[in-house]
């Protein structure tokens, strides 16, 4: 019965995955941050202004957070060209005193920050690992709490990349 409804389910068009990001008529401002990497360099949140980022809450000793990474590394690899960023903020309370031999031993392809729990409220952070999706006009489309499901984070990545980008500027 289960690998029935799992063929069934892989027969559907991507659209349930899309459903389940907010509408973009009902989506609010992220939180806004501007935090140093492990090179010194600022990440903030307002530059990548037209791209689609993913924000992942998490920490060396998450378990869970473990399971994601390579899959974040994978998506960085395959959606940066087509705009997608993603930026690590750990939440270890000794900050880069773990997270820099974390860093030594695991190949990332994409900034890591420490984040603070004023950041971590303002996304609704009550346990990690917790992702964020913010599409390109800085809006948040999507918060999961836990372990994401890789296929449909993927899924609802590719909604976002295929949406366009209205620069209120303009």
């Known amino acids: 019965m289960e690998c029935s409804v799992a063929v069934w389910q892989s027969l559907l068009p991507s659209?349930?995955?899309?459903?389940?990001l907010k509408p973009p008529?009902?989506?609010?401002?992220?939180?806004?941050?501007?935090?140093?990497?492990?090179?010194?360099?600022?990440?903030?949140?307002?530059?990548?202004?037209?791209k689609v980022v993913l924000v992942?809450?998490?920490?060396?000793?998450c378990e869970g957070c473990q399971v994601e990474i390579p899959w974040l590394v994978e998506f960085q690899k395959e959606y940066q060209a087509?705009?997608?960023?993603?930026?690590?903020?750990?939440?270890?309370?000794?900050g880069w005193k773990s997270v820099r031999p974390w860093l030594k031993?695991?190949?990332?392809?994409?900034?890591?920050?420490i984040?603070?729990?004023?950041?971590g409220k303002q996304y609704g952070l009550d346990g990690m690992p917790l992702t964020a999706l913010v599409d390109r006009e800085g809006r948040i489309a999507d918060v999961h709490p836990g372990l994401v499901d890789k296929a449909a984070?993927?899924?609802?990545?590719?909604?976002?990349?295929?949406?366009?980008?209205k620069d209120s500027a303009n």
Request: charge should be neutral; charged fraction near 25%; hydrophobic fraction near 40%.
């Open 15 to 20: 659209a349930p995955a899309q459903a389940n």
């Open 25 to 50: 008529s009902g989506r609010t401002l992220a939180p806004d941050f501007n935090l140093k990497d492990a090179n010194g360099r600022d990440v903030k949140l307002i530059d990548l202004k037209g």
């Open 56 to 61: 992942n809450f998490w920490a060396t000793w």
């Open 82 to 94: 087509r705009g997608l960023v993603v930026i690590g903020i750990s939440m270890d309370d000794d």
């Open 105 to 113: 031993e695991k190949k990332v392809n994409y900034p890591i920050v």
């Open 115 to 119: 984040g603070n729990e004023g950041l």
């Open 153 to 165: 984070t993927q899924q609802k990545i590719r909604a976002l990349l295929q949406e366009s980008f």
